[in-house]
């Protein structure tokens, strides 16, 4: 099992980004999938996280900017940045969580490699 993540950018205060992360290998489900940011010198924080069934959510700092979504069917989780902020500038991880590659687990939580994403004032 991989995550693979693909995405990110430089881009300008106000900006938009993208991003997009894929499980990949022989997946039976997946639980929540979500987004951390981790900027330099700070701790890895959450920026948004969605259920299997759809329930998102997001902290204050990102709320309105950012919107997770994902493809069940692809086992694949994105992140649409709007409004973008110098203070978003982090490099940013998927994670999946509760990942069975069969019917009996174990369960297992992945993370993608990071994505670097710069804002610019």
């Known amino acids: 099992v991989q995550l693979q993540a693909s995405g990110g950018g430089l881009v300008q205060a106000g900006g938009s980004l993208s991003l997009s992360c894929a499980v990949s290998?022989?997946?039976?489900?997946?639980?929540?999938m979500g987004w951390y940011r981790q900027a330099p010198g700070k701790q890895r924080e959450l920026v948004a996280s969605i259920t299997s069934g759809g329930r998102t959510n997001y902290p204050d700092s990102v709320k309105g900017r950012f919107t997770i979504s994902r493809d069940n069917a692809k086992n694949t989780v994105y992140l649409q940045m709007i409004s973008l902020k110098p203070e978003d500038t982090a490099v940013y991880y998927c994670k999946a969580d509760n990942v069975f590659v069969s019917a009996w687990g174990p369960g297992i939580n992945y993370w993608g490699q990071g994505t670097q994403v710069t804002v610019s004032s």
């Open positions: 290998g022989s997946i039976f489900s997946v639980s929540t």
